[in-house]
């Protein structure tokens, strides 16, 4: 491992976590998407982005890294579903077949608080939950339906990250 560089981007918090306490395990700062330089000599990289809507938060600024990217590359994906969900799975398989690299993909459960929810998030929230209605036994349909408050962050998920990145 030479100088891995941790890229994240999070709306609510969670996949900052994730990145935080990636970053302090690795020795290295964590580095908002935006303000990341994909010209740093970093090996290897990893990107952290939470799933909005069945969309990877950041997906072209993602892109952009993971193309520059001079090494190893993974993306952590944070969402609500478990990480074998086959929507999540798809959507990083999308995302890492765009970028034409071999990139290595995690799955990590993030947390949501629906009072926080910004009035454009609770809009998009409403039509997702008309959504996942139709396909009420999908692990998605049932952390998001009930509207309750969800506690999933665990940083001791973040093991099998930080064993790539040494690898
Ligand atoms: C508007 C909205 C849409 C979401 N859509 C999904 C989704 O499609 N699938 C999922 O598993 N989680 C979904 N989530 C949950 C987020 O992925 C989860 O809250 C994550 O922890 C957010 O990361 P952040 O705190 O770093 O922003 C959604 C959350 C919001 C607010």
Do not use: C, N
Not at 116 to 141: G, I, K
Request: proline share 8%; glycine share 6%.
């Amino acid at each position: 491992m030479s100088s891995p560089a941790v890229v994240y981007t999070s709306k609510y918090g969670s996949t900052r976590r994730y990145a935080h306490a990636l970053a302090e395990r690795l020795g290295v700062p964590a580095v908002e998407l935006s303000s990341y330089q994909p010209a740093s000599p970093a090996d290897p990289v990893i990107v952290l982005a939470p799933v909005y809507a069945t969309r990877i938060r950041g997906r072209r600024r993602i892109l952009r890294v993971l193309r520059s990217a001079p090494g190893r590359a993974a993306l952590v994906v944070v969402a609500l579903s478990p990480a074998d969900d086959p929507g999540r799975g798809d959507l990083a398989a999308r995302l890492v077949a765009a970028s034409g690299r071999v990139v290595t993909t995690f799955g990590l459960r993030g947390d949501l608080d629906p009072g926080r929810l910004t009035w454009p998030d609770r809009v998009l929230m409403s039509a997702l939950r008309r959504a996942l209605r139709r396909t009420p036994d999908e692990a998605a349909a049932k952390l998001l339906l009930p509207r309750t408050r969800v506690s999933q962050v665990d940083v001791a998920t973040l093991d099998p990250v930080v064993a790539w990145a040494a690898g």
